[in-house]
């Protein structure tokens, strides 16, 4: 989803306008729009205050993407010992292959 897809459905969900005032002129715009209405994310308005209001689908889309936290710093002090890839593998690593992506150690003095 681009920001201007998701800027227009957060226009939908929170005012009571159209967007840009109903100047769907932009080709960006206009497409996006009917995106939007084939995969019923915004429906005619059925009070006719304006042209679309979100739908159902709209507003279940823009509710999960508020729903996601935001990104948090965490600070960690640094380990002294080598510093092996921990990603989902054995710290330090074993000589048996992971179970899911199958990584394993070279044996000491083997090159790529």
């Not at 939007?36 to 979100?54: G, S």
Request: with cysteine; net charge negative; charged share 20%.
């Amino acid at each position: 989803m681009s920001p201007l897809q998701l800027e227009i459905l957060l226009h939908y969900y929170s005012k009571a306008n159209d967007y840009r005032d109903g100047d769907f002129g932009a080709s960006s715009v206009r497409s996006d729009i009917e995106a939007f209405k084939r995969e019923e994310l915004l429906v005619a308005d059925p009070k006719q205050d304006r042209c679309y209001a979100i739908g159902e689908r709209g507003r279940v889309l823009v509710e999960a993407v508020l729903a996601v936290p935001l990104p948090e710093r965490r600070w960690v002090m640094p380990s002294i010992q080598p510093a092996y890839v921990t990603v989902n593998m054995q710290n330090p690593p074993g000589p048996t292959p992971h179970p899911i992506h199958g990584w394993q150690p070279m044996a000491a003095g083997e090159h790529q």
